[in-house]
């Protein structure tokens, strides 16, 4: 028995908030109906539970039908993960850059900024003799609390002080700490 996968009317070129709003505006009629819905939540990036409650059925309700329809479990894995991956591709992938400050917190010297084997950039004492390296930039600016040196998250969204863990979050380049 030959089945035609489900195929949502949604425009999947769309981005996952635009698909979201247009589940919204679909009207579930029929036993086929919610199934199609479900596959179209998934593929707007939902999770299954919330592609259940869109639905109006119990995520276990969702589990069964997926274990006896091996169509509509290769069309709710397939949208899924083409959700997923279109949130891959969406995020960005640059870091921004940051103000940081070019002297060693240990002896003063010039930071030089290095790079790995495998092109990661890290920042190290201009000095042979110093071993002080760290894979953050530091912060222009000390901590108020300990005057110890502070560093740029991995992210960097946000300022932490190693010596007393004195955390500013969110805080962007164009912003001054306090």
Request: contains cysteine.
């Given at each position: ?5 489900l195929d949502p009317e949604i425009d999947m070129n769309q981005s996952l908030e635009v698909q979201q709003r247009l589940l919204d505006k679909i009207v579930v009629k029929g ?148």
């Amino acid at each position: 028995m030959d089945r035609k996968p489900l195929d949502p009317e949604i425009d999947m070129n769309q981005s996952l908030e635009v698909q979201q709003r247009l589940l919204d505006k679909i009207v579930v009629k029929g036993p086929g109906g919610q199934k199609f819905l479900m596959v179209a939540c998934r593929r707007a990036g939902l999770t299954l539970r919330e592609t259940a409650d869109r639905a109006g059925v119990h995520v276990a309700t969702v589990c069964r039908w997926q274990a006896r329809d091996p169509t509509f479990a290769h069309d709710m894995r397939e949208a899924a993960d083409k959700a997923r991956v279109e949130v891959w591709e969406s995020r960005p992938t640059a870091r921004p850059r940051v103000p940081w400050r070019k002297d060693c917190p240990v002896c003063r010297a010039k930071v030089v900024v290095r790079k790995t084997a495998a092109g990661v950039p890290f920042w190290r004492c201009g000095r042979t003799v110093c071993r002080w390296a760290s894979w953050r930039p530091r912060h222009p600016r000390n901590c108020r609390r300990c005057g110890g040196p502070r560093f740029w998250s991995h992210s960097r969204k946000s300022v932490t002080c190693d010596h007393c863990r004195a955390n500013s979050v969110t805080l962007t380049p164009q912003q001054k700490p306090p």
